[in-house]
């Protein structure tokens, strides 16, 4: 690797790392993460990531931006399109907003809200 490559890849992180402890502490409620032995709900645990305040929902919608991750549609619009219950930690529903792999640049979850969603997912992305 480069020595341009390598420090602009330390810059992307350290503006990462600081950027996101900020967004943290100022406005994301504190959701501890899950026990491994947790049984996820996609009702009750999955979905109010999505929707409350707005956070996915603002832009997946019925109508917006797909998947619609609004309560009534959900399910069918991300199962099983947008999971892998083979290999859950490629599931693009986990991959696309995973705090360290996230691929698009608006919202992403928190590191609990990553670990609930991939816990859902391994344990057959049930509609619970
Ligand atoms: C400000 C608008 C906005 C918000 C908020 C937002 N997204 Fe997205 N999302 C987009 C757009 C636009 C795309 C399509 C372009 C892309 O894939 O980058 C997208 C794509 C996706 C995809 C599909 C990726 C793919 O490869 O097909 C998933 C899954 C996703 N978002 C999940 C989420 C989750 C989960 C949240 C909440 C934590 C969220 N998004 C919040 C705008 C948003």
């Known amino acids: 690797m480069n020595k341009l ?15 996101s402890c900020q967004y943290k502490f100022n406005i994301e409620p504190i959701i501890p993460p899950p026990d491994p032995t947790d049984t996820i709900y996609f009702s009750q645990d999955i979905l109010p990531i999505w929707n409350t305040d707005n956070n996915c929902t603002s832009c ?3 109508g917006g931006t797909a998947p619609d991750l609004t309560t009534d549609n959900a ?9 892998n219950t083979t290999s859950p930690n490629e599931s693009v529903i986990y991959t ?3 705090p360290n792999t996230y691929t698009h640049g608006w919202k992403k979850y928190t590191s609990s809200e990553a670990a609930i969603v991939l816990q859902w997912i391994e344990q057959g992305a049930l509609n619970n």
């Open 75 to 83: 399910y069918a619009a991300v199962v099983p399109s947008y999971v």
């Open 60 to 62: 997946h919608n019925s």
């Open 96 to 98: 696309a907003a995973d």
């Open 5 to 19: 490559l390598k420090y602009t890849l330390l810059l992307i992180g350290i503006v990462g790392f600081f950027s």
